[in-house]
C-alpha cells in the first residue's frame, strides 16, 4: 500500500481509505508476524511510533514536516479504541 504515496502528489493518497488502509498495513507490520495482530498490541505499538517521532524531532537537524510528524497516532489511538468499543473488545 506504499503505491498510494506518490512522490508527485507529494506523498499524500488520493483519498481517506487508502491513507487508512497504507495506515493498517503498517501497524500490522509491527508484530513481524503473517497473521493479524492483537487488537490489544496496537496501543502499545501507536505509543512507541509516537516516542520514536518524538526521538527523531528532537534530532538536532532532524524536523518533522505537517505530513511527517505524530500528528496522526492520535486519530489512529482514537481509531483503535473506537473500534474496540464497537466489537466490544476489551483492550485491557
Not at 55 to 69: H, K, Q
Request: hydrophobic share 35%.
Amino acid at each position: 500500500s506504499d503505491d498510494y504515496y506518490n512522490l508527485k502528489e507529494a506523498s499524500k493518497p488520493e483519498n481517506q481509505v487508502q491513507e487508512v488502509i497504507q495506515s493498517w498495513d503498517a501497524i500490522s507490520s509491527f508484530a513481524g508476524i503473517k497473521e493479524s495482530p492483537a487488537l490489544a498490541l496496537c496501543g502499545d505499538w501507536l505509543n512507541q511510533a509516537k516516542q520514536l517521532y518524538d526521538e527523531i524531532g528532537a534530532s538536532p537537524g532532524m524536523r518533522l514536516t505537517g505530513r511527517s510528524n505524530c500528528n496522526h497516532i492520535d486519530a489512529l489511538q482514537d481509531g483503535v479504541k473506537l473500534f474496540a468499543e464497537l466489537a466490544e473488545i476489551d483492550l485491557s
